[in-house]
Every structure is written in structure tokens, then in C-alpha cells.
């Protein structure tokens, strides 16, 4: 993320570590000399935002994946964009790597790169920034599965924007790396669906849209998917629901479940 950033930059980085129990935190370090690096014992992705928050000197707040690439050009832009009167949540264009993703993932991606959820003012699937005034609406991030929907479902369509260009007509963007397998994209709808669920129930928002619907699929067909594609994509999603019928079935709590093989280099 700092590749590209000035010498002088002030931008204040925060690595949070947490539940780590190989050499993250001593590469952090290393890598980022003058980032805080926070070494946080308890694995929970909400407490150790809420930790960084605490210790955050600005706004705008960029929130980073670690699996998620994100250039400080990207990041810049995001931050001018969140200084505009009346934005509260933006997130740069999304572009998905699948070069070492299977044809299953492809075909999936090809549809959901399409959806409502992605095209329509998406804020979230690894980075987002919230302004001073978002942050103070929303306060700490709660003990869920769901971060990124939760912030998504804090705010009006109005409020969220996605930035694709800069002010001088450069590509904003962030990179996520899907699951390489069907297998892997599974557990990754299992545990985004169980964290929808758990929203609507704890968390409940008149600007959470929903899943996607099978009425939005020929988007799908518009943008280049083809049947087999689709498909797919839908074999996938049921597969998830009735994994997510196991899952109900054998614990009375959710776990966080990640894509493991999508972070080796």
C-alpha cells in the first residue's frame, strides 16, 4: 500500500494483528517500520478494527483487509472523496484476481461481479473508509461476522460511493483473490450468509438490500455470463444454504471461516 506514497506522507497505518501465532506481527515491523503495529492476543476482526480505531489520530479511515490489495494512490482517493459534504462510506472500484482461481470460480465471479450488491454503490468485500461524521454515527464496530454489510447497511444509498477514477483521471481500485476451489468459495458463502442472518437479527437496517435475487441474474447474460455460468453460480449458493442447515444442525455459535488457501503466495 505504501509503494507508491511520498516520503513525507502523513497517512498514520495501523497493521492489526490479532490471534496471530506465526511472524506476522515481526514482518509488519519490518516491512512498515513506522506503521503501529498492534500485536492483539484474541482473534476477532471486530475487536482489533475497534482496537486501531482507538488508537486512529485522523479521518478519514480506511479499513483494509489483509488478504486485499489496495495502492496509496487508491487509498488517497478514497480519502478526498470522503472529506465531500454528505459522504459517509466509499470504497474504490473492485477488481477481482481469479488467475489462480479454477473454472468454478470464474464462472461464479463472472456472475457476481454482476449483481446488485457489487454494482450498486458497494462499500465493503475487504476495504472501505468511513468519514469523521460516519464514525461518529456508527460508533464501534459490534461483535459480528458481517463487517462489511454491517457499515454497507449503516448508510443510504446516497451516503455511499464508489470511487473509479481520481481527480486526475487515474484507476482507483482495490484486488481481492477469491477462493481457488468451489470447495473454498462454499465455506466463504456459509460463513457471509450466517453473518447476514446474524445482521438482520441483532442489527436490523432499512438500507440492508438483501441478497441477490434470482430476478437480477440476467444482468448476468447482459454482461458477458453465459448459462453454464449461471448455473454455476446457483449451485454454489444452494450448496452454502444447506451446508448453512448442517451448520445450525451441529453448533449453536457461528465461526469465522476463511478462504486459507486464496492468502499463500
Same mark, same amino acid.
Given at each position: 500500500m505504501l509503494a507508491g506514497a511520498p516520503k513525507d506522507h502523513a497517512t498514520q497505518v495501523i497493521v492489526a494483528a490479532n490471534g496471530c501465532s506465526d511472524?506476522?506481527?515481526e514482518i509488519a515491523r519490518e516491512a512498515a517500520p513506522k506503521a503501529l503495529v498492534l500485536d492483539i492476543a484474541e482473534g476477532s476482526k471486530?475487536?482489533?478494527?475497534?482496537?486501531?480505531?482507538?488508537?486512529?489520530?485522523?479521518h478519514p479511515r480506511i479499513y483494509l483487509d489483509a488478504d486485499v490489495q489496495c495502492d496509496y494512490n487508491s487509498a488517497l482517493a478514497l480519502a478526498t472523496e470522503l472529506r465531500k459534504p454528505g459522504v459517509m462510506a466509499a470504497s474504490p472500484a473492485i477488481k477481482v484476481d481469479l488467475s489462480r482461481s479454477n473454472r468454478f470460480?470464474?464462472?461464479?465471479?463472472?456472475?457476481?461481479?454482476?449483481?446488485?450488491?457489487?454494482t450498486n454503490k458497494m462499500v465493503g468485500s475487504g476495504c472501505y473508509g468511513l468519514s469523521r461524521e460516519a464514525s461518529e454515527r456508527i460508533g464501534p464496530f459490534p461483535i459480528i461476522i458481517g463487517d462489511d454489510i454491517w457499515v454497507h447497511s449503516r448508510f443510504?444509498?446516497?451516503e455511499r460511493r464508489n470511487v473509479s477514477r481520481d481527480e486526475d483521471g487515474r484507476e482507483v481500485f482495490f484486488v481481492v483473490s477469491p477462493p481457488r476451489t468451489a470447495t473454498d468459495q462454499i465455506r466463504v458463502e456459509t460463513r457471509r @450468509? *450466517?453473518?447476514?442472518?446474524?445482521?438482520? @437479527? *441483532?442489527?436490523p437496517s432499512p438500507h440492508y438490500s438483501g441478497s441477490n435475487k434470482a430476478t437480477d441474474l440476467?444482468?448476468?447474460?447482459?454482461?458477458g455470463a453465459s448459462v453454464l455460468d449461471i448455473v454455476i453460480y446457483l449451485g454454489i449458493k444452494v450448496l452454502a444454504r444447506?451446508?448453512?442447515?448442517?451448520?445450525?444442525?451441529?453448533r449453536k455459535t457461528i465461526v469465522w471461516e476463511r478462504d486459507t488457501a486464496a492468502r499463500e503466495a
Open positions: 511472524r506476522t506481527v471486530p475487536r482489533a478494527m475497534n482496537q486501531a480505531s482507538a488508537q486512529a489520530k485522523f470460480i470464474n464462472s461464479y465471479y463472472r456472475v457476481w461481479t454482476t449483481q446488485p450488491y457489487v443510504s444509498e446516497d @450468509r *450466517l453473518g447476514n442472518q446474524e445482521l438482520l @437479527r *441483532l442489527h440476467p444482468r448476468a447474460l447482459k454482461n444447506l451446508r448453512i442447515e448442517i451448520v445450525k444442525r451441529r
